[in-house]
């Protein structure tokens, strides 16, 4: 089980890093079915319901990941100073971090 979890998590990085999900994404899901791995049939099923979005994901260069870090580290700020810091101060962090 532990070897066939590592194929199937190896085979989903490739098309990740490749970019081939319009290839191989289908083929992926129906083969992580036909194991008896309960994780993986989650995944599956989310990734099912989210077919379109999933397939933009592993086919399409476009990333938003640098914004969502962005955002992320922000709201860490705004969160960290509630109550004891104004704008002025989170601005200078934002532009010296």
């Known amino acids: 089980m532990v070897a066939a979890t590592a194929?199937?998590?190896r085979a989903f990085a490739t098309m990740l890093t490749e970019r081939?999900?319009?290839?191989?994404?289908?083929?992926w899901l129906?083969?992580?079915r036909a194991d008896p791995l309960p994780a993986l049939h989650s995944l599956a099923n989310g990734i099912e319901r989210d077919h379109p979005a999933v397939l933009a994901g592993l086919t399409l260069p476009y990333s938003s990941?640098?914004?969502?870090g962005t955002?992320?580290?922000i709201?860490?700020?705004k969160r960290l100073?509630?109550?004891r810091a104004n704008l002025d101060l989170l601005r200078k962090m934002a532009l010296h971090n």
């Open 81 to 83: 100073m509630f109550g």
């Open 30 to 32: 129906t083969a992580v």
């Open 7 to 9: 194929g199937h998590v």
């Open 75 to 77: 709201k860490f700020w």
């Open 65 to 68: 990941g640098a914004v969502e």
């Open 71 to 73: 955002i992320c580290k």
């Open 20 to 27: 081939t999900g319009r290839q191989h994404l289908d083929d």
